[in-house]
């Protein structure tokens, strides 16, 4: 082998290992689908993920859907489900309580609610899932928010005894915060009204009714099930034959995954600039990050902000191979032909394709602090990978949890509240509004003085 030869085959093991490590900053293990290889060098996807997020009342039963879920692919280990077995016996029980399976903290055990947001995974033959298992307490909203601030799909559970609830409006209308594409609403425990399908139409007539009111924009999918029982769950049941739908797992593996992310604008944040200082590397210079949208590819024309200079990607780095191209949502490694001023937390774009940069932001913010919002306070705003000072200058409203009405005259926010507010920033922000752009329209605030994430933000308008 030729002395280059050499130097290009070390070149490449050393962008390999550091890409691994920015793959594994940016939780790709978790959150990226396995990838192979095309004849022409371009990365393609072997099995997408698909990130649910569940909601529902207390006992609405979500512990035990997705213990169901678990139970009936054949996703539960055999010494995992003696042990659930054992404890349903402690407790007196007849069967075995699959919402066992989710609830994990020996509180939520004794009490047989959700407290904390748990993460479960499991597959079919066709695709992986992330179930985010939020507690549906009033109190416990700012969990329930980060835990779906990630997820594709909604899963909305109602008690069939019970119908549409306080909290049943408030996670809609969550669904609708974070633009949420697809909500499955489960009306659960339909063997406890004995699968009576004009309770089944009257929830449903209602939270038509309710998404019409909050303007949601996403597509909704009632399904009647019993997940004590596994109605509807995995397979179709027989028990419910004025159903002509079908069962929930059903429609998740045919729910489309990043489709929206594809067809967006390139947005690349910058995470590391690699520069491994070797003799044999000495004028390698590598840009490593996340792609929240887009595409990027050998050849392409991208502008850096904040700097507004012009440059053409060079080489593509994906884990320990060079590629062609990549699309939103793997980690990469690119090099570019021009030598521009580029640090963490620049925002490689798109040339041709417009963007925005601003220093005043409208948006929606959870509070998730037991200390109250205060004005003209210090807070640190993390958009991405970058992080820049910021002040709340107003409070435009907040939302009434309760009437799910808007509130004008507001002087304060607290722990659980959801408002729209205005900020200005010290350094413009590279950012889309979460509308268009989710994975680029969301940021968090951070306490400077605790270093405590204090609320999640939706941007509006820049």
Known sequence: MTEAKLKEEKCRTVVGKISQISSQINNQKLGLPLLWRGKEGEVKTKMDILKIATAGSVDDGKSTLIGRLL???????????????????????????????????????????????????????TRKYIIADSPGHIEYTRNMITGASNAEVFIVLIDARNGVIEQTRRHLFIASLLKVETVFVCINKMDLVQYDQDVFEKIKTEVEQLTATIHFGGKTIFIPISAKYGVNVVETSETISWYNGRSLLNYLEETSVHQ?????????PVQLVIRPHSDEHHDFRGYAGKLFSGKIEEGQKVTILPSMQNATVKTVWHAEQSTRSAIAGQSVTIELNEDVDLSRGNMIVAADAPFTQSNVITASVCWLNEEALMMNKSYLLQHGVNTVKAKLTSIENKLDLTSMSVVDDVNEIKLNDIAKVCLKTASPVFADTYQVNPKNGAFILIDTATNNTVAVGFIEHL
């Open 71 to 125: 139970y009936d692919t054949k996703s539960v280990t055999k010494d995992k489900l003696e042990a659930i077995e054992t404890s349903s016996q402690r407790k007196g029980l007849d069967f075995v309580d699959l919402s066992l399976l989710t609830d994990g903290l020996i509180a939520e055990r004794e009490q047989g609610i959700t407290i904390d947001v748990a993460h479960i995974y499991f597959a079919t033959s």
């Open 260 to 268: 929206k992310d594809l067809s967006l604008p390139l947005r690349l």
